[in-house]
């Protein structure tokens, strides 16, 4: 379980990684899970231990096919800030 004040900080780092482009702003169709790999989550840019459930998405980012993968609750928060960018889009 992520704690408040980490939530809170990952959320402005997926914001700020959405606005910048380094992830995409909308959540693909597909999302594939498993065990970790060892890689490094795209959110909090720790790696994915064999015991964690590891959340890969394909999606294109600045124009590139890019396989993204994220922890759980990272990809959660991740999913969380692209329906606000996606609210955003549509409301305002």
Known sequence: MISIPREAE????ARRRIEQ???????????????????????????????????????????VA?????HRACQAIWQIECAGDDYLKNHL
């Open 10 to 13: 990952l959320r402005a780092i």
């Open 21 to 63: 482009g380094q992830l995409p702003s909308a959540v693909p169709s597909r999302i594939w899970g498993g065990h970790g790999t060892g890689q490094l989550c795209a959110l909090c840019d720790e790696p994915i231990q064999c015991g964690d459930v590891e959340l890969e998405v394909e999606a294109h980012v600045q124009g």
């Open 66 to 70: 890019r396989t993204i993968r994220f």
